[in-house]
Every structure is written in structure tokens, then in C-alpha cells.
């Protein structure tokens, strides 16, 4: 159980109220039903419950997460290697929930998303291609490191992706980073019936 329960429509303050339906149209329209952000009652569950106890930052919040998915130069795949890469770091039960599920609407097998999850690069028969390699590899280094990405890396990003994507990537990373945090200092749990 989160440390902040959610919050049942019914319950909701004047404010949270405004930031809930915001919320709830972002949500429907970016993550369609490609996994669980509500519970049976309606509340929000995941990095959504504990933001509605902080309603000035849900709007700051979801504009920066569907500005972020305007961001070109990072193909879909690559871009869910680094989210699962980043959450394999901080071991976040519910971001890694989610982002297998997003991550299975891309080009990634079960295998890849499995090992990216897992914090291990696919390799043999199972390897990434050469974006998803440098997506693992620039999230995995930024995100258990201290100081500047390596210039090897940077070089390989900018090669991969352009500056434009190399820019996306690295924004990926930062996002997922703080998103992984709060679910972890909240406790987030994985929705109930569902696995990671």
C-alpha cells in the first residue's frame, strides 16, 4: 500500500477536484489502457495518488510529461529502453510496471524488456539494435554515475540520435529519474492483481 492511499473522487478538495479531471484526460489520452493509473474506485494509484496531495504541480507535471512525448529524434523503442534502464536503477515497483506494458507496444520483444528491466543488456539473439544499446547504455551510465556522461557516450548519442534526440534521451532519463524517486519515497506499489 502507498504511503499516500488514493483518493476517491467522492473525497477530493476543490483543487485536487481541478488537477483530477486535468489528470484524467492527460492520462486517458497518453497512456490510453495500456496500464493501470486508477483504481476500482477512480482514484489515481502510481506517481498520480501522492501529486494530488501537491494539486499546484499536476498541471507543471503532465504538460511536461505530453511536451515530452513531442520530443523527436528518440524512436519508441529506444525511448522505453531508457525509462526501463533509469527504473532499473531505482528499482521503482510501479514505473517498471507500467513502462514493460508501454514498452510492449514497441518494436522490444518480452525478452529485451525483461533484461533492460533487470538493469542487463540483451545480448546473442536477443540484443538490442544499435539505438536501444546506446539508449541502455546513456541511461544506465546517467543514472548510476556521478558527474558528466562519457564523451564515448555523448559521441555514440549524437551519432544514434542527432542533438535532438540526444537531447530527448537524456530529458527521458532525467524525468523518469524524479518519477522513479517519488514513487519510491511514496512506496508505490504495483496495482493489485497486476505483475511485474
Same mark, same amino acid.
Given at each position: ?6 483518493i ?23 497512456? &490510453? ?8 474506485? &477512480?482514484?489515481?494509484?502510481? $506517481?498520480?495518488?501522492p ?18 512525448g513531442?520530443? $523527436? ?13 533509469? &527504473? ?42 544499435e ?15 556521478? &558527474? ?40 508505490? $506499489? ?7
Amino acid at each position: 500500500m502507498s504511503r499516500y492511499s488514493p483518493i476517491a473522487p467522492s473525497s477530493l478538495t476543490a483543487d485536487q477536484h481541478k488537477a483530477y479531471d486535468e489528470a484524467s484526460e492527460i492520462c486517458s489520452s497518453v497512456f &490510453g489502457d495500456k496500464f493501470l493509473y486508477k483504481n476500482e474506485d &477512480g482514484a489515481f494509484i502510481g $506517481p498520480f495518488a501522492p501529486l494530488l496531495f501537491t494539486p499546484t504541480l499536476v498541471d507543471p507535471f503532465f504538460k511536461l510529461v505530453v511536451e515530452l512525448g513531442k520530443l $523527436p529524434g528518440l524512436p519508441g523503442s529506444a525511448r522505453e529502453v531508457a525509462i526501463l534502464a533509469t &527504473g532499473s536503477r531505482f528499482q521503482s515497483k510501479y514505473e517498471l510496471y507500467a513502462h514493460e506494458r508501454v514498452a510492449a507496444f514497441t518494436s522490444l520483444t518480452a525478452a529485451q524488456i525483461g533484461s533492460v528491466k533487470s538493469g542487463k543488456k540483451p545480448f546473442g539473439d536477443n540484443a538490442l539494435d544499435e539505438q536501444g544499446n546506446v539508449a541502455f547504455d546513456v541511461a544506465i551510465e546517467l543514472s548510476h554515475k556521478q &558527474g558528466p556522461m562519457t564523451e564515448a557516450n555523448w559521441k555514440r548519442a549524437e551519432h544514434a540520435f542527432g542533438k535532438e534526440g540526444t537531447a530527448a534521451l537524456i530529458q527521458y532519463v532525467g524525468v523518469y529519474a524524479y518519477t522513479c524517486i517519488l514513487l519510491n519515497g511514496v512506496d508505490a $506499489p504495483v496495482p493489485q492483481g497486476e505483475r511485474c
